[in-house]
């Protein structure tokens, strides 16, 4: 069977797309291949028509249990083998479907990252016959990358473990830089790049400066624009704020952020993917793994810190390659609001040191002591008590982990954990009711360890299992440990903060430029790309191609920047400047949005006026 018969059979496509072919002949050749698509481009394909024509069994890593269980089921539907291991799997579960891989025939083997450290996976690893290694999401293994992800590295270990069997690597987001970083962090016997251009020929960019509300601009775009669409925005509050008013506006609309149940996200996402809901409001927690085409507008209310990320964000539109929009506000505060994020992720030194003096003072840890020591500590308490700003502080404190002074789950990381408080033996004698015992039933079976440590459990998803609601669990588990079965401690519990090292002098204390310098300047540099494609005035498509490598993109012809030069008249900078000043000597504004030039295009006055408060060429008085 070739692989287009595969395609055709088990996938019901009627031919490759873009460069899924070139990908699929050089990973089925047993080379080591690196394989770039943009999001949506189909990389799904090219591991799985291969692992169908291939002997034995494809291995493939990837960063998301949704995802991953996604795929899974969706090949299983089609009577292909495949299985997944995750966090979050008993042990015994995961042994069957390890076992299966081994003796059944498998030939799909989906893990996520941090499972394949793990002694067990890798010993069984090693009876299975592989056919190529896919890891998906490969950016994730690049300190480079603005996503990077250090269970990652361990992906190098399986590949010692399994000399002979090639790797294929996919990912939608790199720059030249990261293209060859992923490369040498999986140990390519050769450069073997198969990229397909991230042009994106319906896509329509455009930047747009708020002359009113975000609201109202949001609310004007998706009036103008039918169509499903997704909102963009950095805070929680804010997608549940923006979300409430588009209703009272009469649009449809949810929201979606990081802290909602498992439960409300399954149903909003399914509720917008379906189009029963039009617009989904949502933090950038919304996204990676969505699979709708007729998506037709992304507003970003706010920029966001790497072209990166906005490419990505952006290219969830028109993926059915109809016209769509991807529109950028951005108002007076934007780009000094950028400029700080870089300051509050990467506070000066003096400043971190300080945070670790103060986290010290405050936890009473003696000089000298407190090695492995775990102690609560509340952030919130913590700032208020040493006055420090929450978001510089959690930075500061992040920082010092990753240099491994100290460990600190903050209060997102945390999850409800349990563990047992009575013996294995007596659990014979409790006689509970029918539900409770139904829950601790179920924790017994899928939770491992769970008499000797804590054990992470999601509420929502132990509700789904049994079929009772998620307020149920929790009361249930509430009611267990008041009889002193086991021990709850429900999510948003106040954090811990563990010292790896003793504590030292704070002169004492390094920040490797792995950690600090590196990361900061990378930043920047990513935050100084994204100012500039707010202000630049070449094609928007082209701008962002040239920083993914690609230095020949042609002028997209659709985007605000192409379009007006060939409607308005061309005006530079200067002009407007010089117009500007004019304006200011004869009107005395007292405002900047008193400054009226009705016969230039707005948005380039927004542009250009912003410039010079940068430059202090006008200063508010
Ligand atoms: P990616 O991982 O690159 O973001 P996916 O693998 O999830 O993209 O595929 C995106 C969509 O494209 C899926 O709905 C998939 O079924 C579809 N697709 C992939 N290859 C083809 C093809 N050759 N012909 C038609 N549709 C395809
Ligand atoms: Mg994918």
Request: proline share 4%; net charge negative.
């Amino acid at each position: 069977m070739t692989y287009l018969d595969i395609l055709q059979q088990h996938f019901g496509f009627s031919s490759f797309r873009g460069i899924q072919q070139d990908i699929i002949e050089s990973i089925g050749a047993g080379r080591d291949t690196l394989g770039l698509m943009p999001t949506g481009g189909g990389k799904s394909i090219t591991f799985q028509v291969p692992a169908l024509a291939k002997d034995g069994l494809c291995l493939v890593i990837s960063p998301l249990i949704a995802l991953m269980k996604d795929q899974v089921a969706h090949l299983r539907k089609k009577g292909i083998k495949a299985t997944a291991v995750y966090t979050g799997m008993s042990r015994d579960e995961i042994i069957v479907a390890l076992e299966n891989c081994i003796f059944g025939n498998f030939k799909f083997l989906y893990v996520s990252p941090e499972r394949i450290a793990s002694e067990l996976f890798q010993a069984k690893l090693a009876k299975m016959k592989v056919s190529f290694i896919t890891v998906d999401e490969a950016h994730c293994i690049s300190q480079w990358g603005y996503d990077f992800r250090p269970s990652y590295l361990q992906i190098a270990a399986i590949r010692k473990l399994l000399p002979d069997v090639p790797v294929l690597a996919l990912t939608a987001t790199a720059t030249p830089a990261v293209v060859e970083d992923i490369q040498r962090q999986l140990g390519f016997r050769e450069t073997n790049v198969k990229r397909m251009s991230f042009e994106r020929k319906n896509l329509i960019y455009a930047v747009q400066h708020c002359s009113t509300t975000k609201e109202q601009e949001v609310l004007e775009l998706l009036e103008l624009i039918p169509g499903s669409a997704i909102i963009y925005t950095r805070s929680r509050l804010g997608t549940r704020e923006l979300a409430s008013w588009l209703v009272n506006q009469g649009i449809s609309a949810t929201h979606y952020h990081a802290a909602l149940t498992n439960r409300e996200k399954t149903e909003r996402a399914e509720a917008w993917q379906k189009g029963s809901i039009r617009v989904m409001v949502a933090t950038n927690a919304f996204g990676m793994g969505i699979d709708k085409a007729d998506v037709r507008l992304i507003v970003h209310t706010d920029v966001p810190d790497s072209p990166e990320a906005y490419f990505q964000e952006a290219g969830r539109a028109g993926r059915d390659g109809q016209p769509a929009h991807a529109v950028l506000l951005y108002d007076d505060h934007s780009i000094p609001v950028l400029r700080r994020r870089v300051e509050d992720t990467f506070p000066p030194e003096e400043y971190i040191t300080q945070v670790y003096e103060d986290a010290c003072n405050f936890l009473q840890m003696a000089m000298g002591d407190g090695y492995g020591v775990t102690r609560e500590f509340n952030l919130e308490a913590f700032c208020h008590a040493f006055r420090h700003f929450p978001v510089r502080a959690y930075n500061a404190l992040q920082l010092l982990s990753r240099a491994g002074y100290i460990e600190w789950a903050d209060a997102e990381e945390n999850r409800s954990r349990v563990m047992m408080s009575c013996h294995r033996d007596e659990l014979y004698s409790f006689h509970l009711p029918p539900m409770m015992d139904r829950v601790l039933q179920h924790l017994l079976r899928t939770c491992t360890g769970i008499f000797s440590e804590y054990a992470f459990i999601d509420e929502g998803e132990i509700a789904h299992a049994l079929g009772i609601a998620e307020s149920d669990v929790c009361e249930q588990l509430i009611d267990l440990s008041r009889r002193h079965i086991l021990q709850f401690v429900p999510r948003k519990f106040i954090p811990y903060f563990t010292f790896r090292q003793r504590r030292v002098e704070r002169d004492e204390i390094v920040m490797p430029a792995a950690v600090y310098a590196d990361r900061k300047r990378e930043l920047d540099q990513r935050v100084q790309t994204m100012i500039g494609y707010l202000t630049t005035q070449m094609c928007r498509s082209r701008y962002l191609l040239n920083y993914f490598g690609e230095e020949h993109a042609a002028d997209c012809g659709l985007c605000d920047n192409c379009t007006e030069e060939s409607v308005v008249p061309a005006c530079d900078d200067q002009q407007i400047r010089q117009r500007i000043l004019d304006f200011v000597a004869e009107h005395h504004p007292s405002s900047l949005l008193d400054i009226h030039l009705p016969d230039l295009p707005q948005q380039e006055v927004g542009r250009v006026l912003h410039q010079m408060l940068e430059e202090e060429e006008l200063r508010l008085t």
